[in-house]
């Protein structure tokens, strides 16, 4: 399995900024796709998960109501659309995939894509 993560940027408060994470290598649909962060001196942490093959979502509480994940099978390519943006949400934005059931816990993620830098500022 292979993960690009692009799309990140500078943003002011308030704007918006949509991630794309290209994925390839999938065997089956019983993978999930999620979107991680990290910001400067803090541990990475959860954003959202999608299930390749039902398109499940979930959220972590601090990005929901602002921010949705989903997928286009046909590109085999996972969006993360982040809107109202604040200046607490800027981090370096990953992807991750794992076969089975979503989690939060960054080691249960066995493939990663490189990050992507999203800054909110004025």
């Known amino acids: 399995v292979q993960l690009q993560a692009s799309g990140g940027g500078l943003v002011q408060p308030g704007g918006s900024l949509r991630l794309s994470c290209a994925a390839s290598g999938f065997t089956s649909d019983e993978y999930v796709i999620s979107w991680f962060r990290q910001a400067p001196g803090k541990e990475r942490e959860f954003v959202a998960a999608i299930s390749w093959g039902r398109g499940v979502t979930y959220y972590a509480d601090s990005v929901k109501g602002r921010f949705t994940i989903s997928r286009d099978n046909a590109k085999n390519t996972v969006y993360l659309q982040m809107n109202s943006l604040k200046p607490e949400d800027t981090a370096v934005y990953y992807c991750?995939?794992?076969?089975?059931?979503?989690?939060?816990?960054?080691?249960?993620?066995?493939?990663w894509g490189q990050g992507t830098q999203v800054t909110v500022s004025s």
């Open positions: 991750a995939a794992r076969p089975g059931v979503w989690s939060i816990i960054q080691d249960d993620y066995a493939y």
